[in-house]
């Protein structure tokens, strides 16, 4: 385990975890893009097999 250095009112551990947000925010986006495509291709197969 690392130590962030604490700065005057927290602003490291503020800076780290806005950045974890943004990361968070962009990993959950990019899992419901890629679930959506690929429901959409499941979609189109079983349409097409009927």
Same mark, same amino acid.
Request: net charge positive; aromatic share 6%; glycine share 12%.
């Given at each position: 385990?690392?130590?962030?250095p604490?700065?005057?009112?927290?602003?490291?551990m %503020?800076?780290v975890?806005?950045?974890?947000?943004?990361?968070?925010?962009?990993?959950? %986006?990019?899992?419901?893009?890629?679930?959506?495509? /690929?429901?959409?291709m499941? /979609? /189109?197969r079983?349409? /097409?097999?009927?």
């Open positions: 385990m690392y130590q962030i604490k700065k005057p009112g927290g602003l490291a %503020t800076g975890l806005s950045f974890g947000v943004k990361v968070a925010i962009a990993a959950v %986006t990019i899992a419901v893009g890629i679930l959506l495509v /690929r429901w959409a499941i /979609r /189109r079983a349409a /097409r097999e009927q």
